[in-house]
Structures are given as C-alpha cells and as structure tokens.
C-alpha cells in the first residue's frame, strides 16, 4: 500500500538558516503530495501541494518539488523564522481518492 | 466559514467510562474524517466517511470504536469503554472530497483516561 517516509526529528536550526525536511514516498500510479503544518495545540493545515511530476509547490517561503523519479518531495525554505517552530508533515493522496496517508511528522524548532 | 468544530477541547475520563467526541465539519464538505495522533503512532486515520456513509473504517483500533454522521453536519465519535491506551489527540478534518482536495481540520479533542 501507500507510504510516506520523513526524516525524524526534532530539527533545530538558528533563525535565517537553510531548511531542509526529507520525505520520501511509495504509490501506485501518481499521486497528489503535500505537506501539512502543525503549530502547537492546533489541528494540521495545509502548507503546499503539487498534482503531478515536477510541480513545485510554495508558500510563505516554502517549496518542494514533485520528483517522481525519486519518489521524493522534500520540504525547503531558505530563511527560518522563529515562528516557523512546528511539526511538519509530509502526505499523499493516491488513486482511492481524497484519502491521505501521512508521514510520521518531523518537529522543527528556530531559535533565536 | 467557522471552520470544523470539535468537542469538547479537551476531555479527562477513567477507565471504563464512555466518551463521546463531536465534529461540525465545514458546511458544504461532503467527505468527513476522524485520526487519532500519538507520540508513539504519529497520525492515524480511523475512519472516512463520504456523503455521510462509511466508507473505509479499517483504521478503528476495536469494536470499543464506533463513529457515526447522522447527517452532513454532525458526526460523533465513540469510545466505550474507554482504556488508558486511548488517551491521544482526536482529529476531525473535512474536505470537498474528490482527488486531491485538501483537508480541513479542527483543533483536536484531548483526550485522557485515567
């Protein structure tokens, strides 16, 4: 069945400092990939998404690109902020629908 | 738009007792979800439905485990008779439902069993 890998955490970065969370997937046919934020006592909500191979998704500063030859869509920013502090995860929708299956989550913290 | 609504917010029981957590997802959602997260587990999804119907309850941990939705706007979450093993944080999420569509969730039920 499907899966979603992502590097364990937690990540600790300065403020500014490069970003970089690993996800990795297996899927029949072509997935949907996406990546949810959660920020503390809160529900997840959608970061960014890419339909289809070499969609680069973006938003407040992240990307990732769809790279279906590695089966990867791994999560960048360039600058970190403090608030950036969350748990991020990683997810696919496959060919049963709008179900999503989750990666395990990795927790960024951005000191200051 | 409200956004989806849980109930309560957080929720501490003893063992044995029965709980009942309720989810309001966003008006004009017609597919529904319930995930359970843990440190342990991480995020699982417990059951899907679609235009109020179960469709995939695969996820539900045991027959203590039922969820219902009466109608579009309400579904409940039931656990009886809740164990220790239970304490987690409770998801609801809605979507438009369709390939790709993006979830919507709520802020979660605490839930704690003594």
């Known amino acids: 069945g499907d899966s979603v890998t992502q590097m364990e955490g937690p990540v600790t970065l300065s403020e500014e400092a490069f970003l970089t969370i690993n996800c990795t997937y297996t899927a029949t046919g072509y997935p949907s990939l996406f990546w949810y934020v959660q920020y503390p006592g809160e529900g997840l909500q959608l970061l960014l998404k890419a339909t289809k191979a070499d969609d680069k998704g973006s938003n407040k500063g992240f990307e990732a690109t769809y790279r279906k030859e590695t089966t990867s869509f791994h999560l960048e920013k360039g600058s970190v902020q403090v608030s950036d502090s969350a748990v991020y995860f990683c997810?696919?929708?496959?060919?049963?629908?709008?179900?999503?299956?989750f990666g395990g989550g990795t927790r960024l913290m951005v000191k200051p | 738009d409200a956004g989806v609504i849980q109930s309560p917010r957080h929720e501490v029981t003893e063992m044995g007792q029965e709980v009942t957590l309720r989810c309001k997802p966003i008006s004009g959602h017609n597919s529904l979800f319930w995930y359970r997260q843990t440190m342990m587990r991480g995020l699982e999804l417990l059951i899907y439905f679609n235009n109020n119907v179960p469709i995939d309850d695969s996820g539900m941990p045991e027959d203590r485990f039922s969820a219902k939705m009466p109608n579009a706007s309400f579904s409940t979450l039931k656990i009886q008779p809740s164990e220790p093993r239970d304490s987690a944080v409770y998801f609801c999420?809605?979507?438009?439902?369709?390939?790709?569509?993006?979830?919507?969730f709520g802020s979660g039920t605490q839930l704690s069993v003594l």
């Open positions: 999420a809605s979507s438009l439902g369709g390939y790709g569509e993006k979830l919507f």
């Open positions: 997810a696919l929708s496959g060919d049963a629908g709008n179900m999503l299956t």
